[in-house]
Protein backbone atom coordinates (compact mmCIF):
# COMPACT_ATOMS: atom_id res chain seq x y z
CA UNK A 1 0.00 0.00 0.00
CA UNK A 2 1.04 4.11 0.12
CA UNK A 3 2.96 3.11 3.48
CA UNK A 4 4.95 0.18 2.12
CA UNK A 5 5.68 2.52 -1.09
CA UNK A 6 6.67 6.16 0.93
CA UNK A 7 9.24 3.58 2.85
CA UNK A 8 11.11 1.69 -0.12
CA UNK A 9 14.47 3.96 -0.22
CA UNK A 10 14.08 3.33 -3.92
CA UNK A 11 11.18 4.79 -4.59
CA UNK A 12 11.71 7.60 -1.74
CA UNK A 13 15.02 8.82 -3.66
CA UNK A 14 12.92 8.62 -6.99
CA UNK A 15 10.46 10.89 -5.52
CA UNK A 16 12.98 13.13 -4.25
CA UNK A 17 14.60 13.62 -7.11
CA UNK A 18 11.12 13.69 -8.96
CA UNK A 19 10.28 16.31 -7.36
CA UNK A 20 13.08 18.00 -7.27
CA UNK A 21 13.29 18.36 -10.85
CA UNK A 22 9.34 18.92 -11.34
CA UNK A 23 9.43 21.95 -9.05
CA UNK A 24 11.45 23.83 -12.04
CA UNK A 25 8.72 22.83 -14.58
CA UNK A 26 5.79 24.40 -15.92
CA UNK A 27 4.44 21.57 -15.92
CA UNK A 28 3.71 20.27 -12.40
CA UNK A 29 -0.05 21.85 -11.92
CA UNK A 30 -1.46 20.12 -14.36
CA UNK A 31 0.31 16.50 -13.64
CA UNK A 32 -0.23 15.92 -9.81
CA UNK A 33 -2.95 12.89 -10.41
CA UNK A 34 0.35 11.64 -12.67
CA UNK A 35 2.45 12.71 -9.79
CA UNK A 36 0.18 10.52 -7.06
CA UNK A 37 0.07 7.56 -8.64
CA UNK A 38 3.85 7.37 -9.62
CA UNK A 39 4.60 8.13 -5.61
CA UNK A 40 2.06 5.49 -4.07
CA UNK A 41 2.35 2.41 -6.72
CA UNK A 42 5.11 0.07 -5.30
CA UNK A 43 3.71 -2.99 -7.73
CA UNK A 44 5.56 -0.87 -10.50
CA UNK A 45 9.08 -0.33 -10.21
CA UNK A 46 9.52 1.58 -13.80
CA UNK A 47 6.88 4.24 -12.07
CA UNK A 48 9.77 5.80 -10.38
CA UNK A 49 11.65 6.10 -13.35
CA UNK A 50 8.55 7.16 -15.61
CA UNK A 51 7.98 10.50 -13.21
CA UNK A 52 12.05 10.89 -13.65
CA UNK A 53 11.46 11.05 -17.18
CA UNK A 54 8.49 13.18 -17.06
CA UNK A 55 10.22 15.29 -15.16
CA UNK A 56 13.60 15.49 -16.58
CA UNK A 57 12.20 15.60 -20.18
CA UNK A 58 9.51 18.89 -19.18
CA UNK A 59 12.71 20.54 -17.48
CA UNK A 60 15.13 19.59 -20.81
CA UNK A 61 12.44 21.06 -23.36
CA UNK A 62 11.72 23.99 -21.29
CA UNK A 63 15.31 25.11 -20.81
CA UNK A 64 16.27 24.15 -24.64
CA UNK A 65 13.13 26.14 -26.77
CA UNK A 66 13.33 25.95 -30.31
CA UNK A 67 12.79 29.53 -32.08
CA UNK A 68 13.33 31.08 -35.74
CA UNK A 69 14.99 33.73 -34.15
CA UNK A 70 18.24 31.17 -34.41
CA UNK A 71 18.08 31.46 -37.80
CA UNK A 72 17.96 35.56 -38.17
CA UNK A 73 16.17 38.22 -37.19
CA UNK A 74 12.07 37.84 -38.26
CA UNK A 75 11.87 40.90 -39.52
CA UNK A 76 15.05 40.79 -41.96
CA UNK A 77 13.78 37.30 -43.31
CA UNK A 78 10.22 39.02 -43.61
CA UNK A 79 12.27 41.77 -45.59
CA UNK A 80 13.75 39.08 -47.98
CA UNK A 81 10.79 36.74 -48.59
CA UNK A 82 8.33 40.37 -49.90
CA UNK A 83 11.16 41.03 -52.56
CA UNK A 84 11.03 37.36 -54.02
CA UNK A 85 7.13 38.05 -53.57
CA UNK A 86 7.25 41.37 -55.60
CA UNK A 87 9.68 39.04 -58.43
CA UNK A 88 7.07 36.87 -58.07
CA UNK A 89 3.56 37.78 -56.75
CA UNK A 90 2.03 34.43 -58.08
CA UNK A 91 3.95 32.20 -55.98
CA UNK A 92 1.24 30.81 -53.40
CA UNK A 93 4.47 28.83 -51.05
CA UNK A 94 6.23 32.30 -50.99
CA UNK A 95 2.90 34.15 -49.04
CA UNK A 96 2.76 30.97 -47.24
CA UNK A 97 6.51 30.74 -45.79
CA UNK A 98 5.73 34.90 -45.64
CA UNK A 99 2.63 34.19 -43.68
CA UNK A 100 4.32 31.81 -41.33
CA UNK A 101 7.33 34.14 -40.14
CA UNK A 102 4.22 36.54 -39.56
CA UNK A 103 2.36 34.32 -37.30
CA UNK A 104 5.80 33.67 -35.48
CA UNK A 105 6.24 37.13 -34.79
CA UNK A 106 2.90 37.30 -33.64
CA UNK A 107 1.46 39.69 -36.27
CA UNK A 108 -2.00 37.70 -36.88
CA UNK A 109 -3.57 40.48 -39.04
CA UNK A 110 -0.47 40.10 -41.35
CA UNK A 111 -0.17 36.24 -41.26
CA UNK A 112 -3.75 36.02 -42.48
CA UNK A 113 -3.42 37.84 -45.29
CA UNK A 114 -0.25 35.77 -46.57
CA UNK A 115 -2.44 32.60 -46.18
CA UNK A 116 -5.85 34.22 -47.77
CA UNK A 117 -3.39 35.44 -50.64
CA UNK A 118 -2.03 32.14 -51.03
CA UNK A 119 -4.99 30.07 -51.41
CA UNK A 120 -6.45 32.59 -53.44
CA UNK A 121 -3.32 31.70 -55.64
CA UNK A 122 -3.72 28.37 -55.26
CA UNK A 123 -6.86 26.67 -54.03
CA UNK A 124 -5.75 23.55 -53.64
CA UNK A 125 -2.72 24.41 -51.26
CA UNK A 126 -3.64 22.31 -48.21
CA UNK A 127 -0.76 23.42 -45.86
CA UNK A 128 -2.15 26.63 -45.70
CA UNK A 129 -5.38 25.22 -43.35
CA UNK A 130 -2.32 23.75 -41.11
CA UNK A 131 -0.88 27.27 -40.92
CA UNK A 132 -4.06 28.94 -40.01
CA UNK A 133 -4.84 26.49 -37.34
CA UNK A 134 -1.60 26.97 -36.27
CA UNK A 135 -2.08 30.53 -35.84
CA UNK A 136 -5.51 30.61 -34.44
CA UNK A 137 -3.62 28.19 -32.08
CA UNK A 138 -1.14 30.73 -31.27
CA UNK A 139 -3.44 33.18 -30.92
CA UNK A 140 -5.59 31.84 -28.18
CA UNK A 141 -8.65 31.48 -30.65
CA UNK A 142 -8.76 27.15 -30.24
CA UNK A 143 -12.20 27.08 -31.81
CA UNK A 144 -11.26 28.33 -34.70
CA UNK A 145 -7.70 26.54 -35.25
CA UNK A 146 -9.92 23.45 -34.69
CA UNK A 147 -12.05 24.52 -37.89
CA UNK A 148 -9.06 24.96 -39.91
CA UNK A 149 -7.35 21.89 -38.59
CA UNK A 150 -10.23 19.60 -39.21
CA UNK A 151 -10.40 20.76 -42.65
CA UNK A 152 -6.73 19.74 -43.56
CA UNK A 153 -7.24 16.64 -41.90
CA UNK A 154 -10.03 15.90 -43.99
CA UNK A 155 -7.73 15.93 -46.62
CA UNK A 156 -4.61 14.33 -44.51
CA UNK A 157 -5.83 12.73 -42.25
CA UNK A 158 -2.30 10.86 -41.26
CA UNK A 159 -0.42 14.07 -40.67
CA UNK A 160 1.34 13.55 -37.34
CA UNK A 161 1.53 17.49 -36.86
CA UNK A 162 -1.53 18.20 -37.80
CA UNK A 163 -3.12 15.69 -35.28
CA UNK A 164 -0.65 17.31 -32.47
CA UNK A 165 -1.96 20.97 -33.05
CA UNK A 166 -5.37 19.53 -33.07
CA UNK A 167 -5.05 17.86 -29.84
CA UNK A 168 -3.53 21.00 -27.98
CA UNK A 169 -6.52 22.73 -29.47
CA UNK A 170 -9.13 20.18 -27.93
CA UNK A 171 -6.60 20.37 -24.38
CA UNK A 172 -7.54 24.56 -24.90
CA UNK A 173 -11.13 23.49 -25.13
CA UNK A 174 -11.37 21.51 -22.02
CA UNK A 175 -11.95 17.88 -24.29
CA UNK A 176 -8.84 15.84 -22.31
CA UNK A 177 -9.67 12.65 -23.40
CA UNK A 178 -10.51 13.73 -26.98
CA UNK A 179 -6.98 15.27 -26.86
CA UNK A 180 -5.47 12.76 -25.51
CA UNK A 181 -6.95 10.11 -28.31
CA UNK A 182 -5.66 13.14 -30.84
CA UNK A 183 -2.01 12.95 -28.89
CA UNK A 184 -1.92 9.08 -29.58
CA UNK A 185 -2.46 9.29 -32.85
CA UNK A 186 -0.21 11.98 -33.45
CA UNK A 187 2.81 10.01 -31.94
CA UNK A 188 2.21 6.88 -34.14
CA UNK A 189 2.40 9.27 -36.93
CA UNK A 190 5.33 11.11 -35.84
CA UNK A 191 8.81 9.41 -37.18
CA UNK A 192 10.57 11.34 -34.93
CA UNK A 193 8.32 12.19 -32.41
CA UNK A 194 9.86 14.22 -29.18
CA UNK A 195 9.32 14.11 -25.33
CA UNK A 196 6.51 17.14 -25.68
CA UNK A 197 3.53 15.01 -27.10
CA UNK A 198 4.11 12.02 -24.16
CA UNK A 199 3.97 14.72 -21.75
CA UNK A 200 1.43 16.22 -23.04
CA UNK A 201 -0.79 13.09 -23.14
CA UNK A 202 -0.11 12.52 -19.69
CA UNK A 203 -1.65 15.95 -19.00
CA UNK A 204 -4.42 15.72 -20.57
CA UNK A 205 -5.20 12.13 -19.61
CA UNK A 206 -4.34 13.74 -15.32
CA UNK A 207 -6.79 16.14 -16.25
CA UNK A 208 -9.71 13.21 -17.07
CA UNK A 209 -9.70 12.60 -13.95
CA UNK A 210 -7.71 10.14 -11.41
CA UNK A 211 -9.26 6.72 -13.15
CA UNK A 212 -7.50 7.96 -16.10
CA UNK A 213 -3.89 8.02 -14.35
CA UNK A 214 -2.87 4.76 -14.75
CA UNK A 215 -3.36 4.78 -18.77
CA UNK A 216 -0.89 8.38 -18.00
CA UNK A 217 1.83 6.15 -16.71
CA UNK A 218 1.77 3.63 -19.28
CA UNK A 219 2.08 6.18 -21.52
CA UNK A 220 5.11 7.72 -20.12
CA UNK A 221 6.84 4.08 -19.75
CA UNK A 222 5.94 3.98 -23.54
CA UNK A 223 7.90 6.89 -24.22
CA UNK A 224 10.55 6.28 -21.96
CA UNK A 225 11.13 2.85 -23.89
CA UNK A 226 11.06 4.44 -27.39
CA UNK A 227 13.16 8.11 -26.06
CA UNK A 228 15.05 6.10 -23.50
CA UNK A 229 18.46 7.44 -24.63
CA UNK A 230 17.41 10.83 -25.36
CA UNK A 231 16.40 11.03 -21.53
CA UNK A 232 20.21 9.88 -20.79
CA UNK A 233 21.53 12.54 -22.56
CA UNK A 234 19.11 14.81 -20.76
CA UNK A 235 20.04 13.58 -17.41
CA UNK A 236 23.55 14.35 -18.33
CA UNK A 237 22.80 17.58 -19.90
CA UNK A 238 21.19 18.52 -16.49
Known amino acids: GPAEASSSPTLHSGRARYQGFLVKSPHRTDLDTVVGYLITEPSRPRAVLAGIWLAVSS ?20 ERLTVKIQRDPDNAELYLDRGE ?31 RGRMFLDAGRPERAMAALDRFLARQPDHGEALLERARA ?14 TSAIERLAEPTPEPYLERAQALAAG ?13 EGMAR ?11 L
Open 59 to 78: VASWLSPVTLEAHGPLLERI
Open 227 to 237: LGPLVVLQLQA
Open 101 to 131: LHRHHRDWTAAEADYDRAVQIRPALALVDLA
Open 209 to 221: GPAHAPEALRGLE
Open 170 to 183: LVRQNQPLAAAADF
